[in-house]
């Protein structure tokens, strides 16, 4: 193999990855489904609870579907930022910082239907999912 050749091939583990990063990332893979309590830093309040059935949910609280596309911005060690898009709903940038196997510190911003959002929350497993309880977070 030649050096484009070697080089084009870099690339494209590069880019894998990446691709394989932004769905089960560092972070991503060591949260575990079940109910999670979310609380935004510095607010006062009850925390929100929810199903988290794929860890992917946490990258995009503020958008509740599946639909959206991520990519991998950033990864080193606890830390994992992802950008995303949902369509007809919005995008955004989320930081991921595994604190420990059940709290995940999320930093999150971006737009949800044409309106800015900028959230720091804790999530905190709670335990498996209780029947009624909804996968994301309510409006």
Known sequence: MNAIGRAAFAVSAL???AAAGAQGGS?????VPGEWALHDIGQR???RQICVRDPAQLVHVNHPTGA????????EGRVTTI?????GLG???TRLTME?????????QGLVRGAPFDRDMEARRTGACRRGLTAFLPD
Do not use: W
């Open 100 to 108: 420990s196997s059940s709290i995940v510190r999320i930093q999150t």
């Open 45 to 47: 309040g009850t925390a």
């Open 68 to 75: 959206c596309r991520r990519s991998l911005v950033s990864r």
């Open 15 to 17: 880019l894998a990855g």
């Open 83 to 87: 950008r995303y898009v949902c369509p």
């Open 27 to 31: 972070v991503l893979a060591g949260v």
């Open 91 to 93: 995008n955004g940038i």
